[in-house]
């Protein structure tokens, strides 16, 4: 049974504390997360996506992104996404936040390993279930093809620590061309604003719906 997962993430990965967030610091929190469905229901989220833009009447020449979002419109989202997902059970929403300020130095120098973990961390048990996982990550967020590769290092897990067949297949695309990558941007925003801002309502709302990981806590 195949899987499609689409991956974005949620602020910056800088390591500037010496001020306060916004005010010439890096964000406190990073969130990637990642959007798993079913090939033949990708339509669902596509048209979630572009429900926002028809009733918002947001230009499509320009990809619309959870921080320029008004209240009003983030908490539609909230609702799209919780009614898509009790609507389909196999449609599954993951998370997964970092607190930056308790990341070790030497983990800083190779931020693509953190994020390799990191995605491994939420995700491989949720790909070992199936045969053929398509990963569609945005390209400028989830760097693929870096020394690390992100696809080498989920293969590699798969086969010899879950101990499955599962085939990854890694097919980026930028988000500006893809609206399950624009829905999981709302998703990271929605779950990275609760931590690093508080915004409590619309987590709320879809934080029953989404399966969260949480690293370096403590």
């Not at 090939?39 to 992104?65: C, M, N, Q």
């Not at 998370?95 to 931020?111: A, F, P, Y």
Request: net charge positive; aromatic share 10%; hydrophobic share 35%.
């Amino acid at each position: 049974m195949p899987l499609l997962i689409y991956l974005d993430e949620s602020r910056d990965l800088g390591w500037d504390f010496a001020a306060p967030y916004r005010d010439g610091s890096s964000s406190r929190f990073l969130t990637i997360g990642a959007l798993c469905v079913p090939p033949e229901k990708k339509h669902l989220p596509k048209r979630a996506i572009k429900d926002l833009y028809v009733k918002f009447g947001w230009s499509t020449a320009k990809e619309k992104k959870w921080s320029d979002m008004k209240i009003v419109e983030r908490k539609e989202y909230a609702e799209s996404a919780r009614k898509m997902c009790n609507a389909n059970a196999d449609i599954c929403l993951h998370c997964i936040t970092v607190k930056k300020e308790n990341v070790m130095q030497h983990i800083r120098n190779d931020s693509n390993k953190l994020y390799n973990y990191m995605i491994g961390l939420s995700l491989l048990s949720e790909m070992a279930k199936h045969d053929t996982v398509k990963m569609v990550p945005d390209p400028r967020s989830i760097k693929v093809e870096s020394g690390n590769s992100l696809h080498d290092y989920l293969q590699t897990d798969l086969w010899f620590v879950k101990n499955v067949k599962t085939l990854l297949i890694t097919y980026p695309q930028d988000s500006q061309y893809c609206r399950p990558i624009q829905f999981t941007d709302m998703l990271c925003g929605l779950i990275r604003s609760y931590y690093e801002d508080g915004e409590q309502n619309n987590y709320r709302i879809l934080a029953p719906k989404v399966r969260q990981k949480c690293l370096y806590f403590r």
